[in-house]
């Protein structure tokens, strides 16, 4: 089931127009996307190669980046009509995201970097405490490691604390950019396992990108970026 069908906007978690962005240097836009809505609780698969502009989108929706062109809504909101300040407290509140690189701060520990991502929500300490003992038993993560410094864990074990950073302000939108890629086969297939049940208990809009589509099963909706990228993005395989 494609995700790209025309929904009400209201009912969309994520809504897309006339989305047109290039970087400052380069001169054709790296990203076109003319119509794309996923619905509130969808759990979408994003496929497409290594340059289709992948990591540029997911930037757009954080509203990490701004679009050149067009407008995205989130959750009924419109991201144009947010100033800087009011856009990173509205990511802070709505939206988790797991990156690439993970982007844990090494010298911090495990608790430290996840009350760090709850700080900006306002949520207080104790509370994060607590959620942080039901997320990482949920991830299978042994609570000593709270303590241990982000860089003394292993990639597997950095990957499980970048999403419980990411769901600690229990986000309506969790955004995830190729997880997979440091992991054998088995260790993938439980770490989508455990993913998929945590987005499902808390209903959350998971948006999931990735070049790997052995993952695709795991989703109920999947779209490339040959379908939604109209802009001629030079592909590196
Ligand atoms: P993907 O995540 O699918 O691999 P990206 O979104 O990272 O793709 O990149 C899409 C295109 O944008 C590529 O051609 C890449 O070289 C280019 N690009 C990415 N980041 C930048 C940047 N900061 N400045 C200029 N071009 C960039
Ligand atoms: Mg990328």
């Given at each position: 089931m494609s995700s790209s069908v025309n929904k009400p906007l209201n009912k969309s978690a994520v809504a897309l127009s006339h989305v047109v962005y290039r970087y400052p240097?380069?001169?054709?836009?790296i990203l076109h996307i003319e119509n794309w809505q996923v619905g509130s609780g969808e759990h979408v698969f994003v496929h497409g190669r290594s340059g289709s502009g992948k990591s540029t989108l997911l930037n757009l929706l954080a509203g990490i980046l701004t679009a050149n062109e067009g407008n995205i809504h989130l959750f009924g909101q419109s991201l144009l009509a947010l100033n800087a300040r009011q856009r990173d407290a509205f990511r802070a509140n709505n939206i988790g995201m797991v990156f690439q690189q993970f982007?844990?701060?090494?010298?911090?520990?495990v608790l430290e970097n996840i009350q760090l991502a709850a700080h900006f929500a306002g949520t207080t300490n104790e509370v994060v405490r607590q959620r942080c003992h039901s997320l990482l038993a949920g991830l299978s993560?042994?609570?000593?490691?709270?303590?241990?410094?982000?860089?003394?864990?292993s990639v597997g074990q950095q990957q499980r604390v970048a999403i419980a950073r990411a769901l600690i302000n229990n986000p309506r939108l969790l955004i995830i950019d190729e997880p997979t890629s440091a992991l054998d086969s088995e260790a993938k297939s439980g770490f989508m396992t455990m993913l998929m049940q945590l987005a499902n208990e808390n209903e959350t809009t998971l948006i999931f990108v990735s070049h790997?589509?052995?993952?695709?099963?795991?989703?109920?909706h999947k779209i490339s970026m040959s379908e939604l990228n109209l802009a001629g993005v030079s592909y590196v395989d």
């Open positions: 240097k380069s001169k054709a836009p982007n844990l701060v090494p010298y911090l520990s993560l042994e609570p000593q490691l709270m303590n241990r410094r982000a860089d003394t864990l790997d589509e052995t993952l695709l099963p795991f989703f109920s």
